[in-house]
């Protein structure tokens, strides 16, 4: 199928993203790496009159340490995530999880920003950022405000924005010492959407892990934390006793929904399974 006709504005500021936003409500769409827009175009599930390109936009763009945080504009694609030394060194979560997502061509254009605001439940970056504690940064004409990426995700492809505001960037804090970071995913082939992922990270001291964070995605409507089964992981040394009570306590938690090939009983058990990895990782 081909897109229905539309409009495109190249915005060339902030002020006029949000003009362009007021005046044409639900009717305009932006427009970032265009990795999912265009393709829900081109299936007709939405009909936008305009597409507003907020690729020209330098402030919502690049990586940068501030203070206790790693900023990432909106704009950065996945590659440049995967490329960055910055994120290896302060959130390696974030590299580990970069090839994951799609093909080469995609994440070449596939934007951070885009992939949060979408908000698909099997998609990475929304479990990583769960996982990481971050905050969202969302600008509109009336300033800034900044949401945790826990009240962000808040359904299937729904989230905290407002419809006159736009996600500028991600807020991430970094990686602290004795932290460790692991991501990993089960796919039917490499490039594909998950069947399940997961993104986790706690402090390892004293052959103990503490702090554990387990977010998976690819299991309910957004990407979900497991908080009784960190706690239960909490200041213990994972030998192979507390891992069976991690994954009785984790298949407990989570409510996966099937879908299309695979049932709550698969997914819950992909979701063990990268459990136990993941806790062996992390205390490797
Ligand atoms: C074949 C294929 C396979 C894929 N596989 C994966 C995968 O395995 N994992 C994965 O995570 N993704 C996957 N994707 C999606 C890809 O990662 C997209 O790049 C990403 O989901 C959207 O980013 P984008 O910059 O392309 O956004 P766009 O397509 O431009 O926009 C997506 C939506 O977000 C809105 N939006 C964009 N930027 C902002 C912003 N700054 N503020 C507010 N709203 C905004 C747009 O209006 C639109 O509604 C795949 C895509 C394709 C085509």
Request: net charge neutral; proline share 5%.
């Amino acid at each position: 199928m081909k897109a229905p006709s539309f409009d495109v504005v190249r915005a060339a500021s902030l002020p006029q993203v949000f003009d362009l936003m007021r005046q044409h409500g639900d009717g305009a769409r932006l427009l970032a790496g265009g990795q999912t827009l265009m393709a829900t175009l081109n299936m007709r599930l939405s009909e936008p009159a305009l597409l507003i390109d907020i690729n020209a936009l330098a402030e919502l763009r690049g990586i940068a340490v501030a203070g206790k945080l790693l900023r990432i504009g909106a704009l950065t694609t996945h590659t440049e995530i995967e490329a960055s030394a910055l994120v290896a060194q302060h959130a390696p979560l974030l590299a580990q999880a970069a090839p994951h997502i799609a093909h080469r061509a995609i994440r070449n254009l596939g934007t951070f920003g885009g992939s949060l605001a979408y908000a698909d439940p099997a998609a990475e970056w929304p479990a990583c950022v769960l996982a990481l504690d971050a905050t969202l940064v969302l600008r509109s004409a009336t300033g800034e405000r900044k949401v945790a990426a826990r009240d962000f995700f808040q359904g299937l492809y729904t989230t905290a924005l407002r419809p006159d505001e736009l996600l500028a960037a991600c807020e991430v804090p970094l990686l602290a010492p004795d932290e460790r970071q692991s991501f990993d995913e089960l796919a039917r082939r490499h490039g594909d959407y998950a069947i399940a992922g997961l993104a986790a990270r706690a402090l390892w001291r004293g052959g103990k892990l503490s702090d554990v964070k387990l977010a998976f995605l690819g299991l309910e409507d957004r990407p979900v934390r497991a908080p009784r089964t960190e706690a239960l992981l909490h200041g213990k040394a994972p030998d192979d006793a507390l891992l069976a009570d991690a994954e009785r306590a984790l298949r407990a938690e989570l409510q996966p929904m099937g879908d299309l090939t695979n049932g709550p009983d698969t997914k819950r058990q992909l979701a063990a399974v990268l459990m136990k990895r993941a806790l062996r990782r992390l205390s490797a």
